[in-house]
């Protein structure tokens, strides 16, 4: 796309003529307008004939530019008003070279027009007029006198005609002309019929006889005398007066006037008209000065400045060219390339900012590369931490949290992810059963400089937790403390299972250690009843008898004892099927209603259907109510709830049992499952460890809800097949 | 926005109403003009007022040459379109000597001079043509003849010429006069 751009310029670059050129050829096309139109005005010129059309293409040619600086000054107002790049500095420079270009031309164009009419005023005076005038007046007085005297001669030369027949008019004009040096002399009658004539040119036949107007004035005035042309610029006098006691006769006489008298006149004339005519052109000539001034004026301005638009335009292009750039760069588009389009400083800067672009383009690549992967790090270490089985929680230097995984929430049953940017201590107000562990965790973090194991034991809301934790200060390469990570696993079933293994390995040995001398033991004391008591004498032999009862009684019950724990030990042989819970409770509840036991049960509408040994959870359930019934000394009230529970997107159930009994205290719960605890005085201890083994072997979970303090409650969570609804 | 463009249109047309050269008071007039028959053909003779304004009578005592341009046509009338079939142009220029205090006219041919103005506007106002061929014209079409006469301005003196185009006083020209051609 790019290099399009350049490929468009190029050639536009080809075709177009350099702006310099253009900018010449315009100038000279003003320049020699404006010439003509100067020369135009002189009067000997030939270009006189085109003034009035040079006058309107040099006003058209200044309305044109005018035209077109508008359009440019508009054009860089909207640009203005759009805030584009580059529109601010045109304008600054624009107004820079209007400014600069018109405050002389004007001042000059001032003082011109000043000098041109005070010229032009100084043509005339006084003094002039009045020499004009008095030249005027002497030729004028010079040729009437002439014409008086040719008027006398002539009438002499008409009284000299008085009376004479035509012959001797004929005859006598001929003489007249020879003393008065006329050119010609002809007699006419008034209907304009030559009687005589005669002339100094032979090949003048007929005399000039008088036209239409010269009639007219001859009868109104009976005489007629006036210079009037002749042939070959000379001037003659024309004199025409009746023969008395004839008016029906005329005489004409042409009278030449002498070639020089003809010249001065004619210059005298000339000068005066001129002078005249300049008189009266005055104002006419200092507007017209004026007009060809200000064309000139307009013209260079307004060419000036429409060329000054087109040349600031070129300059400031690439500057526009790179503040758009800039503006795309600080908008994060590093693929903009700008055309270079000359190769001064300009294009040194055009193609330096390209450079620029590209490198920050490569660089915003790689960076956008690494930052890509240390993502993909970061995503694969928080799939990895979330699926993490143990829990973790990062700190900074000050110990707020920073991150959590799902496991902390699993592990702790509260949603830590909602406290980061919060310290432990904070965490601890709000949740203040786990208040104990967290903040044993807290000045382990701040005590701790290395890495620290230990194991923290405290009363969850599912009962007794042992949690393993280990912590890790972390450190920068400085030196400095930048956080910590603490990461912590539920190993209660862990440490469980680990008793449940021991007191199965303590059974089976009672049970091959203990049980197999018990027989003997008490076959020897049977036997020693059945042979000495009937040789001891009576009080001996009921002596021996109380003994040997005793120890049988004793071995019984230690049979019993290593038996319970046999049970205990030995994996169970469950056969399970799917029933429904809410049956088995009902039908274990119809079973205890002669017992005196007051049940009160809450269970959902419906079926809930577990794949359970029928046999193992009845005696889990008569072990609860059995504790339940031997703790309680006023009328044994049980609550029997069923709900539903989700854990680790599993669906459970959850059947909790409430007694009105005295309770357990913190310490019966820590151990109340393990086996041997008891608070009875008879018992093995070994009910609640069955339950949790029989629990625990159907993959489900059994805990104090340590939240009920009206007695003991114990809630069991088991795998659910289907909540099916009626 | 509509007002104001309505308020310069207004101002435009008053400026160019006011002009003064729209003004006619000094434009000459054709009173009568007709093709004469005679024996060598046709002739038109016509008969032009002029009036000279204030400003113009100036020029010419001050030595301005005036010219004007007397143009006779005669046209065949068609449906649509005239055709031309005859145009004449006959230049006539007026000057005062000083000297001799007389009113100078030149037309092709001939040189006049006059001891007033009036006798030198009327010798112009007499307008005759040469003979016309007879074949010009057919009995069978109508015709129309038409005369204006055209003050020439660029005879002027050039400063003179631009205020000629503009100012009334110089608006000297006759429109075009046409008139039917009586069979």
Known sequence: MVSFQRLVCMAYSKIKLPASVSIFI??????????????ATQESSQLGEMYSWLLVINTIGSIILLGLVAINAYSLIRELKKKEAGSRLTTRMVSLFVLLALAPAAIVFYFSVQFLHQGIDSWFNVEIDR???????????????????????TRQMAGQLQNKSETGIALEIGSLWNDSGAIEIAVFTSQGQILASTSTNPSDI???????????????????FAYNPGENDEMLVRIIVPIQRDQSRYLQVLYPVPVRVTDLADSIEFAFIRYQEMTFLRDSLKTSFSLILLLVLLLSMLAAIWVAFISIRNIVAPVKELVKGTQAVAEGDYQQQ??????????????????????????????????LEVENQRAYLETILANLTAGVISFDASFYIRTVNQAAYRILHIPVSHFVGQTLQTLATKHTDLAE???????LLEKAEDIWEQRIVFLGPNGRQELLCRGTPLFLQNGSRMGAVVVFDDVTDLIQAQKNAAWGEVARRLAHEIKNPLTPIQLSAERLQHKLAKELPETSAEFLQRGTRTIVQQVEAMKRMVDDFSEYARPSKKQVEIINLIELLQELLALYTPSGIVFKSSFPAGQVLVEVDPVSIRQVLHNLFKNAQEATNTPCHIDIKISKAIRNNVEYVELAVYDNGSGLNTEQI???????????????????AIVKKIIEEHGGAIWVDTSYNDGAGFVIQLPVFEFRNT | MDKLKLLSCSVLLWGLWSIPGFADDFAAKVRTAKLVENPNGYSVNADIAYHLSPTAQEALLKGVALAWDVFIEINRTGLLLNSRVYQKKIPYILQFHALLNQYEVKSPGQLEMFLSLNAALNFMAAVQ???????????????????????NREFLPVPLRPVAYLDGQWFLSSAWFVWPIQK
């Open chain 1, 26 to 39: 315009l100038f000279g096309f003003v320049l020699l307008s404006l010439q003509l139109m100067s020369s």
């Open chain 2, 129 to 151: 043509t040469h003979a016309i061929d007879k074949n010009l014209l057919n009995n069978n079409d109508s015709y129309q003849l038409a005369v204006k006469t055209e003050f």
């Open chain 1, 670 to 688: 820590e151990t109340i499952f393990d086996p041997y605890v008891t608070s009875k005085n008879k018992g093995t201890g070994l009910g609640l």
């Open chain 1, 206 to 224: 007929l005399p000039h006889l008088p036209d239409e107007q010269i009639w007219l004035q001859l009868r109104q005035n009976k005489e007629y």
């Open chain 1, 338 to 371: 700008l055309p270079v389009m000359s190769q001064d400083e300009l294009g040194f800067l055009v193609e330096s900012f390209n450079q620029m672009t590209k490198r920050i383009a490569r660089s915003r690549d790689e960076t956008r590369s690494a930052g």
């Open chain 1, 131 to 153: 020499a004009m005038d008095d030249a005027l007046e002497l030729s004028q007085t010079s040729l009437a006198q002439r014409m008086n005297w040719h008027i006398k001669q």
């Open chain 1, 437 to 443: 562990m967290l903040s044993s965790i807290q000045q």
